[in-house]
Structure formats: structure tokens, C-alpha cells
């Protein structure tokens, strides 16, 4: 073969217009590569952070509806207790009888324990219990025979806990041992 026949066999026509193009440019060097890639990866961190700081307002829109939600849902449970109290005061107002009086107001306060308990709020239990630093606050300690050191005698203020958490802590007092007197003291 000849150099020209050689010439015409290793030049193909070009199978696309890419390859054409590439075959004109000399390859990118590795600096030029770099900076390629450094663009793509600022590109990706914009659209990241950007897609994260609306994930952010999405979630922060959520919780305050769920909140809201909540409140609302409580509130129209709580509703009807508050609107037997009003009756129970315009009752009051007109009534002779302080018993039928008493008993209305004793009714209204277990539709209130009942509709806490329905949303998950408990009592917490005092009186009788060993005083528990993380339900009970001591107020006061009461030196006693009648009850073992530790123990609470009396609720001066109830505590609430919803599910785990306390809501807060119950006020209470709490027996301690009677101190031994000095013979000689009252001489």
C-alpha cells in the first residue's frame, strides 16, 4: 500500500459530532479537571443546603401545626368541665342548698380528673407514698410516730405527669421522726 491509500484507511469520518469536537481539543489538564469538579461540588452544596434549609422550615411549620393540633384537642376535651363550672357557680348563685351545691362541684372535679386521664395527665400520688424527689416537692416536715420517716402525710398542692414526663411536682408534706427531748432540757 501506499502512503496515500494508508492515509485514506486510518481516517474514518467521525461516528459522531462529540468525538469530532473532543479530537479537536486537546484533553483538559488535571487543573482544569479540578476546577470542573469543584464547580459540580459547589452546585451540589447550593442545592444541599438549599434543600436542607427548606426540610427545615417544612419540619419547623410541622411541629407548630402538631402543636397547635394538640392544643386544640385539649382544649375541646377541657371545654365541657369548664362549661358545667360556669353552671355550677350560676347554680350556686340561686341555691339554698349548700350540699346540692358541694355535690355539683364534687361531680365537675371527677369530669376533670376523668378528661385529664382521657389525654394521658395523671395524678401523682401522694399521700401515703415514700417521698420521691423527682414527683414531690417538701414544703414541710411534720415529726410523727404515726408514719414512717420518708412518707408523705399530706398533699398540699397535686402533681401532674403526662405519659412519662412531669408536668409538675406535687407540693407535699412529709413525715420525719419526733426528736428525743433532753430530760435535763426543762429543767
Known amino acids: 500500500m501506499s502512503d496515500d491509500t494508508r492515509e485514506n484507511t486510518e481516517v474514518e469520518a467521525p461516528t459522531s459530532r462529540e468525538q469530532e469536537e473532543a479530537s479537536e481539543l486537546p484533553p483538559p489538564t488535571e487543573l482544569e479537571q479540578a476546577q470542573a469538579e469543584a464547580v459540580k461540588l459547589k452546585d451540589m452544596l447550593v442545592r444541599t443546603s438549599a434543600d436542607f434549609d427548606n426540610f427545615r422550615k417544612r419540619t419547623r411549620r410541622e411541629v407548630d401545626d402538631a402543636r397547635r393540633g394538640g392544643r386544640e384537642e385539649l382544649l375541646k376535651e377541657i371545654l365541657p368541665v369548664f362549661d358545667n363550672l360556669e353552671r355550677a357557680i350560676q347554680s350556686a348563685q340561686k341555691a339554698t342548698d349548700v350540699k346540692a351545691v358541694s355535690d355539683g362541684l364534687g361531680m365537675i372535679l371527677k369530669q376533670f380528673d376523668a378528661t385529664l386521664a382521657r389525654v394521658g395527665i395523671t395524678r401523682v400520688p401522694t399521700v401515703g407514698v415514700m417521698f420521691d424527689p423527682s414527683m414531690h416537692e417538701a414544703i414541710q416536715q411534720l415529726e410523727t410516730d404515726e408514719h414512717p420517716p420518708g412518707t408523705v402525710v399530706a398533699e398540699v ?18 413525715a420525719k421522726p419526733r426528736t428525743k427531748e433532753d430530760p435535763g432540757a426543762s429543767a
Open 157 to 174: 398542692q397535686p402533681g401532674y405527669v403526662s405519659g412519662e414526663k412531669l408536668v409538675r411536682a406535687a407540693m407535699v408534706v412529709v
